[in-house]
């Protein structure tokens, strides 16, 4: 005789898996506690090797000897604007437009896409 499965729960199979998974939490307890009772002095990790300090003057004078990398000298930003910045009539110096050509350029590409936006009744 073989039961097939039906629609509701099946409380004997339920009540096994229930009774199997009490015995191992019970083992691992008792295994846990026995652990416990017998478990010496715990080892502790061995000592890093200390790294002798001839090593460290010998890195220390190889990277004295390494030729630096040549910076860039900057110009003097001061006497760069001072010669870029016109005088206005009355002797204070106007703010620096170096790109008034290219701004200007741009506002015209960005009309023509405001009107094409405008010809499409996008805006």
Known sequence: NMKLGGLGPDYETIKE???????????????????????????????????????????????????????????QPDQEVKEVLPQAPNGTSLPPIPSLESLWDRHKKEKEFVAAFKALRIL
């Open 17 to 75: 898996k229930k009774q199997k998974l009490k015995l191992q939490k019970e083992y691992s307890r008792q295994i846990k506690e026995y652990n416990m009772k017998n478990i010496t002095v715990v080892q502790r990790l061995p000592a890093k090797p200390q790294v002798s300090s001839v090593s460290r003057q010998k890195a220390l004078e190889y990277a004295k000897k390494i030729p630096r990398p040549k910076t860039f000298i900057a110009r």
